[in-house]
């Protein structure tokens, strides 16, 4: 979120239609070529033929899940963008970056602490999390800071099923995240530059009353397989009302507590991203407009718009009421 240097963008005379790219790549595949990034000097960077995350070297297993039945967005975000346009900066801060360094990413086996204010802590593992009854897909559209948006098919459950589980105690009053911080698999963790100058783990945190929001899931897949690495594997936080980097990745603890805890962007940059970071229109960051964003669209490599932005990301009918009250300038 600092810098703007996009390995994507390529002139407009470079940019060709995905199915051929996709053809290109296979047939270059078969040949032995691929890796060899000066053979394709002609058609850029890897940055161009890693948005297409065909690279994956851990196997996706399929999820059986309820089908979303609310979706209010015709337009998904294609796979292959999903999955190779990302945010994860413990596998660098490029774009591009995190799909090539998480392919080789094993998430299991996992466990996940769920602990602090509660009766019933309570330790998941790696099957726990993706063999749940209760998987539902959720299409919800994602916001990032940075202002471009894509609407995802999530795999996930709702995160209050998890924490009433864990029985919390009255005096909770947040829900802090910590995402894992293993220097060995992901090169960001260790490598300052590559890292974003991040101080690793990675942390997040919500209010009890959004951690319980029927709105807010724990996401263990997309496109109804097992998540990638990049993605958060094995399990994710999804906030669809909030800027994108409160859905924090890869988590292996959730604990529940009295005070506010600190969260990742904030410690960076308290003028920046707030505790809250509800997607809004009306609050400019301080380095740019908030109120419009760029959609990624499917078709084409480079086929997006760009459309207003909406209060709470057109979340406000389910969530405005949780933030009566409250100056959101301030709260930002
Ligand atoms: N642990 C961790 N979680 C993270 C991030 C990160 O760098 N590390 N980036 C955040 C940001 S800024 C965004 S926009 C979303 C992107 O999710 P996606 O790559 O699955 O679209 O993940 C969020 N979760
Ligand atoms: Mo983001």
Known sequence: ????????????????????????????????????????????????????????????????????????????????????????????????????????????????????????????????????????????????????????PWIGFPLASLLKQADPQGSAKYVAFESLADKSRMPGVGNYFLGGGIDYPYVEGLRMDEAMHP????????????????????????????????????????RLTDKQPPTTWNKLAPQEYGFYANVNPAVDHPRWSQARERRILSGGLFNQTYIDTQPFNGYAEQVASLYKGMDLRRNY
């Open 1 to 152: 979120m600092f810098t703007f240097k996009r390995k994507q963008d390529v002139s407009e005379n470079q940019v060709t239609d995905e199915s051929v790219y996709r053809g290109r790549r296979q047939l270059l595949k078969q040949l032995g070529f691929v890796g060899s990034t000066g053979l394709l000097a002609p058609y850029a960077t890897a940055g161009v033929l890693d948005w297409f995350g065909d690279n994956q070297t851990i196997a996706l297993k399929p999820l059986s899940y309820v089908a979303d039945a609310n979706r209010s967005e015709p337009d998904l975000t294609p796979e292959s963008k999903v999955t190779s346009y990302n945010n994860f900066y413990e596998f660098g801060t490029q774009k591009d970056q995190p799909a090539e360094n998480a392919k080789d990413f094993n998430p299991d086996p996992w466990t996940l602490l769920v602990s602090g204010m509660v009766n019933k802590p309570i330790t998941l593992g790696y099957e726990d999390l993706i063999k749940r009854r209760d998987l539902q897909e959720r299409i919800y559209r994602l916001r990032c800071v940075e202002a471009w948006s894509m609407v995802i």
């Open 215 to 254: 709105l807010t899931i724990l996401a263990v897949g997309l496109y109804g397989k097992t998540l990638p690495g990049q993605n958060g594997a094995p399990v994710r936080l999804v906030v669809p009302w909030k800027y994108g980097f409160k859905s924090i990745k890869s988590i292996v603890s959730i």
